[in-house]
């Protein structure tokens, strides 16, 4: 571990990585969500911004929840990397690191100075985590995009009804690839006690989409035919759709097994079709989809989705609602449980999306989706407005307010506080 204080104690039991400290060179989604997760789990994670601020902070439509939702339980330290005292600045800083993490082009880090190559020769102890497209290989030059590897990785062609190749609905590259960066980085460190050395984790996105998809690619090795993508696949369950029923309303049903299917019958007054030979057992009724399925969406046409909802409750079925996004800031299991945390959002017109600030002062945020003996690790910083905890930060390495006002009037360094 590094020598620098661990976070003050508190009436909670410290978090694994209490007293790890990670410098974080990231932007967007797929770097940041590995520092969230270290964040979360209780390292002290460092960001440094341009003086001017992570992009992320200013992007609007499907990009302006970016920051606050992957940039939580962190410091902003803003510092001008084309400039040689900001690159001392962040050296120092690195000095007293135990993980670097950086998601920048490919050879952005090595001209800066920053690589694992230049940087493991100062510290062997040092991990360093490398968030890329791809992993080295042949693709490693390109540019690549969540959409992009979800479209020559096999995702997009699965989610979309025939010819018509449908990314998916979250980042979940980008956020799967940040997550496997931290476990790789929490392997390291476990590693690094036996050996005392670092090494350099890579993750990338290519290769996470591969993984996501790798159930559909032993699908084609054990039967010898493609698998057919999701809208026109063929279901191992008869009843797993989803239904209008009255007033327009949808609502996912789901009956897999033959307890089930007895059990749905009984709870909608069914006999005739429990009784049904053709439909004895679930093969039997995967193969009579073609008729069964019109049948049970007239007769629950008329049903409101509340009532069809109770009765699945009621029979330990499987059942859900269709829900927005939006929805789940209401969601009654993620307030009873905790898995909503309310965080400040930034107010100096950065995170917002809008340029101008936010548009409300605070939001509930999804927490991550693990207990720790029973406890969820929570939020102990907001998402920081720029240069938040800077100053402490710069006076940690030594620099008298006098020093961090002149680099700030320098632009070696932006606002910090």
Known sequence: MSTHDPHPASAEPALPL?????????HMVMGPTCGMMLADLGAEVIKIEPVQGDNTRRLKGSGAGFFTMFNRNKKSLPVNLQDPRGIELVLKLIATADIVSENFKAGTMARLGLDYATLSKLNERLIYVSHKGFLPGPYQHRTALDEVVQMMGGLAYMTGPEGRPLRAGAAVNDIMGGMFGA???????LERQRTGRGQEV????????VFLVGHHMMQYAVTGKPAAPMPSRISAWAVYDVFTVKD??????????????KLFCDAFGFADLAADARLAGNNDRVEARAWLMPILRERLASEPAAAIAARFEAHGLPYAPIAKPQDLFDDPHLAATGGLAEIAL????????????????????????????????????????????????????????????????AGVVGPVN
């Open 183 to 189: 476990m790789g980085a929490m392997a390291a460190l």
């Open 18 to 26: 209490t007293g790890i400290r990670v410098v974080e060179f990231t």
């Open 346 to 409: 930034p107010q100096d017109g950065a995170g917002s999306g809008a340029g101008s600030g936010a548009v409300n002062a605070h939001a509930k945020v999804p927490l991550l989706p693990i207990t720790l003996g029973g406890r969820r690790p929570g939020v102990r910083i907001d998402p920081p407005a720029l240069g938040a905890h800077g100053a402490q930060l710069l006076e940690t390495l030594g620099l008298s307010a006098t020093q961090i006002a002149a680099l700030t009037e």
């Open 248 to 261: 327009g309303e949808q609502i996912f049903l789901a009956v897999v097994s033959d307890t089930q299917w």
């Open 202 to 209: 890579q993750s990338a996105l290519f290769e996470n989409n």
